[in-house]
């Protein structure tokens, strides 16, 4: 009896000792971390041959604000059209764009992930019923442009509308999207932990196409290279009629870091798709995070960047003695954009200037009777406060 116990217990712990060996070899084993080589341009296929990379809505997005930004310097242009548009997305000419066939607008994406969303927004849409309201009757009567008073001024060829601050409301209006339509949706919304962190789905659907972190990904890439003719690739000589940041992108000043974005758009995708060829794994995560900082920072620059050249150049332009004619008032007017364009920049996970930091700016630039009475002193102190935080 004690020899058969023995016997027993000696099967039994064999058996034992096999199924812990068996279950410790059925464990998943995690894929040795492979060199992250992106494709040449930026596209991926799945399993099916099918292409994954998709961002229609920022496109759409990007054509929309193009002819919205076109209207706020129109004077045909009334006030119900640019609201309808803006707000509603509706009212475009191409019934492709239109909010009831697209699904997209302007104004839901414009400082949405700001924590001041309403009060940017109240914002552009002051300036929408100011322009319509204000400068359209001005422009039509041709009335000539003078402190206190809206109106037109000659620019060579061009005539600027001016505001009763000076200010050119269309340039407001587009560059203040730069920041608010296109750098917040990227830095703050797509690019950011929300979207692309670990907890996001990042598992391939076995029917093939997108993740929601490749899909992410790529809608972020859409805001900047949307309008390029062809999908995937950029050229630096067709901006596709965009008005917002790839028209700066594009600019020669910025070509140290033109390839740089790009890269780092291909990298960040190709590590996202490399965890999603693993099952969902986070093996490549600290690579894609680290290619989104590149971006924002790097899109941070541009905003940084034209901020302070519109600033600084009209600051220059009044110590040399020059007057406040249309060009003065075109040029400084795209720098007061840029500057409500500050709050959206990235710098070390928040904006080099916070929305109560361009605040205080917006009301120097518009106490009194605002660029007309400016100084040459308080433009190049915003100048040299925007060239420290940027390290410009």
Request: glycine share 10%.
């Amino acid at each position: 009896m004690k020899n058969f116990n023995k016997i027993s217990i000696t099967i039994v712990s064999a058996l034992a000792f096999i199924l812990v060996s068996c279950s410790g070899d059925s464990e998943p084993v995690e894929p040795v971390p492979a060199d992250v080589n992106p494709p040449a341009t930026y596209s991926w296929l799945d399993d099916n041959g099918e292409e994954t990379v998709s961002f229609g809505g920022q496109t759409t997005r990007l054509h929309q604000a193009a002819i919205i930004c076109s209207k706020m310097g129109s004077s045909e242009a009334t006030f119900s059209e640019i609201d309808e548009m803006f707000n509603l997305g509706e009212g475009f000419s191409d019934p492709a764009l239109n909010y009831s066939n697209s699904g997209k607008k302007v104004s839901n994406k414009t400082g949405g992930y700001s924590a001041y969303s309403t009060e940017i927004l109240t914002m552009f849409n002051g300036w929408i019923t100011e322009f319509t309201s204000d400068v359209i009757p001005a422009m039509v009567a041709g009335t000539v442009a003078e402190p206190g008073v809206a109106g037109v001024l000659p620019d060579g060829p061009d005539m600027r509308e001016l505001n009763a601050k000076g200010m050119e409301l269309d340039q407001l209006f587009t560059k203040g999207l730069i920041g608010a339509l296109c750098s917040d949706q990227i830095i703050y919304g797509y690019l950011s932990e929300i979207k692309i962190g670990d907890d996001v789905d990042n598992v391939r659907p076995e029917s093939g196409g997108y993740t929601t972190m490749e899909h992410h990904w790529d809608e972020g890439y859409g805001y900047l290279y949307g309008l390029q003719p062809t999908q995937g690739v950029y050229d630096l000589t067709q901006t596709g009629g965009d008005k917002l940041l790839y028209k700066y992108y594009a600019k020669s000043n910025f070509s140290d870091i033109q390839a740089p974005i790009y890269d780092a758009f291909k990298m960040g995708r190709e590590a996202i798709t490399m965890d999603a060829s693993n099952g969902g794994t986070n093996i490549y995560s600290d690579i894609k995070m680290r290619e989104a900082t590149i971006i924002k920072n790097h899109i941070s620059h541009i905003i940084g960047q034209k901020a302070y050249d519109y600033l600084k150049g009209a600051a220059d332009h009044l110590d040399a003695g020059g007057e406040r004619n249309g060009d003065f008032f075109h040029g400084l007017s795209e720098g007061v954009g840029f500057v409500v364009s500050l709050q959206f920049t990235y710098n070390d996970g928040a904006p080099h200037f916070t929305y109560s930091e361009v605040n205080s700016m917006l009301e120097t630039l518009s106490s009194g009777d605002g660029l007309w009475d400016i100084t040459s002193s308080e433009l190049n102190q915003m100048a040299s406060d925007i060239q420290a935080s940027f390290n410009l």
